[in-house]
């Protein structure tokens, strides 16, 4: 809910309210049938007092709010009335990045891939890592390369995993 708020207030300067449940006025509401498993569908209704953003999961209802989010990139706070049902056609949609060439990213870099990533659905991030690592067992596989560190590593899953991306 907050990278919701966060990117409407950015992108039109407006503060929506935005709730779990039925209220009076205009707003937004986010619902989800709490479901744990892989389906990642969701339908977006947009009418004249409200925005309704349902998913069949925790993850699809984080799907419906990107999409929603895209809307409004693109069109601003003017976004006319519509419906969207969605789901993805591959349960898997992937990214490798290879972390040898060039620099080597840092973990706050990483994470700003993953946010592009969960942006755009894609479910599962690769890294691409050799030398860029800091092995314990062979440091000197990592000399002069400002490696990712294993707690990096841990702390970008942790990331990841909010975001829904293994």
């Known amino acids: 809910v907050t990278f919701l708020v966060s990117q409407l207030q950015s992108c ?7 709730a779990h449940e039925l209220l009076s006025g205009r707003k937004i509401i986010l619902t989800s049938g709490r479901n744990h ?19 069949v999961s925790d993850c699809a209802l984080f799907r419906g709010i990107t999409t929603f989010i895209q809307m409004v990139r693109s069109t601003g706070s003017l976004i006319p009335c519509c419906r969207i049902s969605d789901s993805p056609d591959f349960h898997i949609r992937g990214f490798l990045h290879d972390t ?42 990592s000399v002069d390369s400002d490696p990712l560190t294993s707690e990096d590593i841990l702390e970008l899953d942790e990331f990841c995993r909010k975001h829904y991306i293994e």
């Open 12 to 18: 039109t300067g407006l503060k929506v309210p935005v």
């Open 37 to 55: 498993d892989h389906d990642e569908s969701y339908t977006i209704e947009v009418n004249e007092n409200s925005v309704e953003i349902h998913g």
């Open 100 to 141: 040898t060439r060039g620099k080597v990213p840092t973990c706050d870099s990483l994470k700003e891939i993953a946010l592009q990533c969960a942006f755009y659905k894609i479910n599962h991030l690769q890294l691409y890592i050799e030398h860029s690592f800091a092995f314990s067992m062979v440091p000197e596989f």
